[in-house]
């Protein structure tokens, strides 16, 4: 078992190595001067997020399908992943992966847009798509759709489900002394509860979830950086500098080079927002909207708040921390410094960082569980529904009284596989992202939109 965790081991480190980086960089660069740097139109995208479009064909809201999506993408990652970023690249990482997710926005404003445009009805009557739609239906390569509904089916129960509940069960046990049991089986149960209602269900319950968790998060952060403001502009100063020069050892910072800041910085970034993955669009697909834009618009705006706030909030958090206290925060890495970094919040510092963990763990189960539903629904139909959900919610159970090193490595090494055929798609498809984006954003003929939607924008 030990070798082929080494060996599934080496494989995730080419997997998720220099090529995938400067492929998943690269495409987020390609779309970006494609779009005409689609970024600028960030503040109507979330302005289209909070606006309805209830006459318009779908299963859920634009909200929905942004909580939904937020809900799987905002995990561990954002905190535990942010600061094994600075431990590995140095403050200078911050930087990247700020950057990696400005630049992605433009990616997940593609895979959105093809999902919408290629989306199709199952057998239930239910709106379904996503990149292995986009493929089949947009390139006429089915065996890519194939792929990537396998790998994410696959991965999306370690990833997505048993890594995530394995955390929940941990950190409860740590904090509040619970057995892992008991946790499991009230999280089997709740997940149970939400899951079985499909996509309606789980979109209603991310609507609530992902407002609270991410506002209780950020709030702990303006905290910390109230608490830590003299140092702000240090850390600022600090960020910035350290990305384009080395980092040296001392001052509770490791030694790093500018590769090691762009390397760890972009990874944490691609790995923490999903853009270029393609797992977000599944959820994009079952959204109400009147035209592919206008959705594409609304899921961009998902990695303004997951990388650009949440993750250069956390940046924050963790410089500014290490800057005041260098002699407690040297040597720690990944949890154990924003563990520490919370701890400046007197007393109810390590509760705020626990809730919002397990709250990111939980939501990510519940988005996961409609991607995988989603592509085993087009590996073998809708007869998966319901052995999908039953499996879902017995493997989170599993998850929360066992740790696989082995299920992680393989989905997480499924999870990087997932982007190679949602590249292709997207690279291949950048036509039609530019074609969709030109008939209703940079024309004069608005068709699909409301007056009061018609974005200002020069052509």
């Known amino acids: 078992m030990e070798a082929i ?11 998720w190595g220099p090529v995938m980086l400067v492929l998943l960089f ?40 942004l909580a939904t999506a937020l ?21 200078g990482a911050i930087l990247w992966c700020w950057l990696t997710g400005l630049f992605g926005i433009a990616t997940k404003y593609g895979e959105a847009l093809l999902a919408i445009k290629y989306r199709v009805k199952d057998k ?12 089949e239906r947009g390139l006429g390569q089915k065996w890519l759709g194939v792929l990537f509904a396998l790998f994410a089916g696959v991965a999306c129960f370690g990833i997505g489900n048993m890594t995530q509940a394995n955390s929940i069960a941990t950190m ?40 609270f968790m991410a506002g209780f998060y950020i709030l702990g952060c303006i905290i910390i950086l109230a608490i830590n403001g003299a140092y702000v502009g240090a850390a600022l100063k600090t960020i910035v500098t350290s990305a384009f020069t080395p980092t040296a050892a001392g001052g509770g910072f490791v030694g790093a080079t500018v590769m090691m800041a762009i ?37 961009m705006s998902g990695v303004f708040w997951d990388t650009i706030i949440v993750c250069a909030l956390t940046g924050l958090v963790l410089v500014t921390s290490i800057l005041k206290n260098p002699e407690a925060m040297s040597g720690l890495n990944g949890g154990m410094l924003t563990t520490a970094a919370f701890d400046t919040i007197p007393v109810i510092g390590p509760i705020v960082l626990t809730i919002g963990l397990i709250t990111f763990a939980w939501s990510t189960i519940l988005g996961w569980s409609y991607y ?64 969709e984006t030109r008939k209703y954003l940079w024309d004069d003929n608005m068709d699909g939109w409301s007056t009061d939607e018609i974005p200002t924008v020069n052509k």
């Not at 970006?32 to 859920?60: C, W, Y």
């Not at 809900?71 to 403050?91: H, Y």
């Not at 493997?395 to 490595?409: E, P, Q, R, S, Y």
């Open 263 to 299: 390397r760890f910085g972009i990874a944490r970034g691609l790995f923490t927002n999903e853009s270029g993955l393609g797992s977000a669009p599944i959820a994009d697909a079952a959204a109400m909207t009147r035209n592919p834009v206008r959705q594409a618009l609304i899921a």
């Open 71 to 91: 809900a799987a993408t905002i995990g561990t990652g954002n905190i535990v992943g942010v600061a094994t970023a600075v431990a590995l690249g140095g403050p």
């Open 26 to 65: 690269g495409t987020h660069v390609f779309l970006t001067f494609r779009t005409r740097f689609i970024q600028r139109h960030i503040f109507k995208a979330i302005k289209l997020s909070i606006t309805p479009d209830n006459e318009a064909e779908g299963d859920v809201s634009g909200f929905g399908a």
């Open 172 to 211: 409860v046990d740590a904090n509040f002394g619970i057995p892992s049991w008991i946790t499991g089986i009230i999280l089997t149960i709740g997940t149970a509860l939400v899951i079985l209602g499909g996509v309606k269900s789980i979109a209603k319950t991310c609507e609530k979830l992902v407002p």
């Open 372 to 435: 995988g539903e989603r592509s085993w629904v087009y590996l073998v139909g809708t007869k998966a529904i319901k052995p999908f959900r039953f499996a879902w919610v017995v493997v989170v159970f599993i998850g929360c009284i066992t740790a696989l090193d082995l299920v992680w490595n393989i989905a997480d090494t499924l999870n990087a596989m997932m982007a190679f055929p949602n590249l292709v798609a997207l690279l291949g498809l950048s036509g039609v992202i530019v074609s």
């Open 124 to 135: 239930t009557g239910a709106m379904v798509g996503g990149p292995m739609y986009a493929l």
């Open 5 to 15: 965790n080494d060996f599934v081991s080496t494989i995730n480190g080419f997997v």
